[in-house]
């Protein structure tokens, strides 16, 4: 059993920050990629950023300059820094992590999803 844990959405205004962070937990042997991906209203869910385990990492266009993905393997935990937020960045915010379980077997999970809105 593994289960992830976000935290961190909320309502910002325009040109602020907020810090989301993805907490993995369970029966874990190894975590690889973590990734976060976002879904506005009548939209299709979008990669936003991605971490692989050595700590490269990739941006949409959209969020470059803005968002900045961080990991802490000792936490299983993953992190999206959002700064400069626009109303365009409204969504639900997503983790989407692969993990290998104690059993060796690879399986990709999803968090919850958490509400960003920005908006004065």
């Known amino acids: 059993q593994v289960q992830l844990v976000e935290s961190g959405g909320g309502l910002v205004q325009p040109g602020g920050s907020l810090r989301l962070s993805c907490a993995a937990s369970?029966?874990?042997?190894?975590?690889?990629?973590m990734n976060w991906y976002r879904q506005a209203p009548g939209k299709q869910r979008e990669l936003v950023a991605a971490?692989?385990?050595?700590?490269?990492?990739n941006y949409a266009n959209s969020v470059k300059g803005r968002f900045t993905i961080s990991r802490d393997n000792a936490k299983s935990t993953v992190y999206l820094q959002m700064n400069s937020l626009k109303a365009e960045d409204t969504a639900v915010y997503y983790c989407?992590?692969?993990?290998?379980?104690?059993?060796?077997?690879?399986?990709?999970?999803w968090g919850q999803g958490t509400q960003v809105t920005v908006s004065s």
């Open positions: 989407n992590v692969d993990i290998a379980t104690l059993s060796r077997a690879i399986y990709n999970y």
């Open positions: 369970g029966s874990i042997f190894s975590i690889y990629a």
């Open positions: 971490i692989t385990n050595g700590g490269t990492t």
